[in-house]
Each structure stands twice: as C-alpha cells, then as structure tokens.
C-alpha cells in the first residue's frame, strides 16, 4: 500500500503529509514547522485557544493569514493586556478588517484572559490544560480515521467552561489538544509523526 493510499500525499520534496497541507503553502509551512508541537507556555497557549475560537466556522488558512493582525490587536496574547481590554477596545477591534471581526468571539478573548488569569491561583493555565492529556494517542492512516472529539476533549471543555472560558466546545478543544501535541493525530504515514517528542511513533 502507498503512502498516498494510506492517506499521505508526497510532496516535490519527497515529503509525506496529509492532504489539507497540499492546499496551501501556508498551511505546508504551519504542518511542517508548528502543527502538533507540544505549547507549554501561557501566553503560548492563550493564543492557541483565542485563534481556535475564532477559527470556529471558518477555515484555518483564514486565521493563519490573520494571525499578524491579530497578534498585533491583541498584544501578542498576553493575558493580561488582553483581560484588561474596555468597550472602546471592543470598537476598535470591531474596525479592524485584519482580523475575524466577530463581537462575541472578542469578548470571548477578553473573558477567557480574565480567566486565565484567575487561573495561576491554582497552577495555571498550562497545567490545567495539559492534566487532560490521554493515556494513547490516535494512530490514523487517513484523514478519515481521525476523530473530531475524544472523552477529554470534552471533560476539558467542561472543566474549562466551570473556569469561565467561553467558545471552548469539546470539538475546538479536541482540535486545540491537536494543535499543541497533547494528541498525536499526524497520519502514521506522515514525515512529522512522532515529531513533538510527546508520543513516539508508532510505525
């Protein structure tokens, strides 16, 4: 069976990756340098979960191209500028073209930095998050094999939402424990599987 039957697409390279990569050199460059790479900061992680609640409904190539607008609106994620945005600062970002002017999922941003904040009283958000991390991770060939949510994607979407965080469904969460390496959902055929150090892989 070859890679591309399995699922990958070889790239001019001679690289293997999954097919959305191939769309976009963008999102070729975000698979191979970031995607699935273990975030273990708080401002890091802050701005992973803001950018996947802005990316709800829309695709990932769109945030990925906003995200220098974004980060400059939001002050590179730091929570606590973020936290400490007005209504005038919901205006603002209201004007700017740059980014997902979306009003709910700015007061989400704002909400989920005072969150993060109330968060360092017991360990932070880091270790918050990253308690949920599961025993096995996913071993996929294709696209198709590849979950949308997992048992703690959505206990972390319920925990989360008793915290006060807000556009954190089970669904973005599972995509955002993809993201930052808490699950290895890179098909096992993949140059980047087992990349992140977190899972070894498999094949």
């Given at each position: 069976m070859t890679p591309e039957e399995r699922g990958t697409i070889v790239g001019s390279d001679g690289l293997a990756r999954p097919p959305w990569t191939a769309?976009?050199?963008?999102?070729?460059?975000?698979?191979?340098?970031?995607?699935?790479?273990p975030v273990r900061d708080e401002q890091g992680l802050f701005e992973r979960i803001s950018l996947e609640a802005f990316q709800a409904g829309l695709s990932w190539a769109t945030i990925l191209r906003k995200r220098p607008a974004f980060r400059l609106a939001f002050h590179n994620f730091q929570p606590d500028a973020v936290a400490a945005f007005t209504e005038e600062d919901i205006e603002r970002l209201m004007l700017d073209a740059g980014i997902v002017?979306?009003?709910?999922?700015?007061r989400a941003a704002?909400?989920?930095?005072?969150?993060?904040?109330?968060?360092?009283?017991?360990?932070g958000l880091v270790d918050f998050v990253w308690s949920f991390q599961?025993?096995?991770?996913?071993?996929?060939?294709?696209?198709?094999e590849i979950p949308t949510t997992s048992p703690e994607s959505v206990a972390l979407s319920k925990a989360l939402r008793s915290k006060g965080f807000a556009f954190v469904g089970p669904t973005t969460m599972y995509a955002l424990m993809e993201a930052i390496g808490m699950i290895d959902t890179h098909l096992v055929d993949s140059h980047r599987r087992g990349s992140s150090g977190v899972w070894t892989d498999p094949a």
């Open positions: 769309t976009d050199a963008l999102l070729q460059q975000y698979y191979d340098t970031e995607w699935g790479m002017r979306n009003r709910l999922k700015i704002i909400s989920n930095a005072q969150a993060t904040i109330a968060l360092r009283s017991e360990g599961p025993a096995v991770t996913p071993n996929p060939l294709t696209h198709g």
